[in-house]
């Protein structure tokens, strides 16, 4: 990432965050300070389908992968190992929660990220260059 997270105006941030920019900056105030953001609960009760309405299409493909990778590895170990059908049931309920504690606390830096990235993209569109 360049720069820092003052690189870009609070002004942009709010634009981009629209009806949700008060919970964002917050979160983005303790990015600014050095500090992880929240855990954000919606990510962590609706997982994908929060990527999805956060319109974050680059970072669904990458969890999409992350996951067929993981369940490829994982169906290998359990045959490797002829685990029975109770621990892949059990297997599979650690792993969703995994997954859901995983996107609750990476989900505010995630989104900063890409809004950061969604702003950096327009502003650059914008700029006039002049010799």
């Not at 709010?14 to 303790?30: K, P, S, T, V």
Request: include cysteine; charge should be positive.
């Amino acid at each position: 990432m360049e720069g820092t997270w003052n690189d870009i105006p609070d002004a942009h941030w709010r634009a981009f965050f629209g009806r949700n920019a008060d919970h964002y900056m917050r979160q983005l105030e303790r990015v600014r300070r050095g500090r992880w953001p929240n855990f954000h609960w919606e990510a962590f009760l609706l997982g994908f389908m929060w990527i999805l309405y956060r319109r974050m299409y680059l970072v669904s493909v990458c969890v999409v992968i992350l996951m067929a990778v993981e369940t490829t590895v994982e169906q290998g170990l359990l045959r490797f190992f002829e685990a029975g059908w109770s621990f892949e049931v059990m297997l599979a309920r650690a792993m969703a929660l995994a997954y859901g504690l995983a996107m609750g606390f990476v989900a505010n830096r995630v989104y900063h990220w890409h809004a950061r990235r969604c702003i950096n993209n327009v502003t650059a569109k914008r700029a006039v260059h002049v010799e």
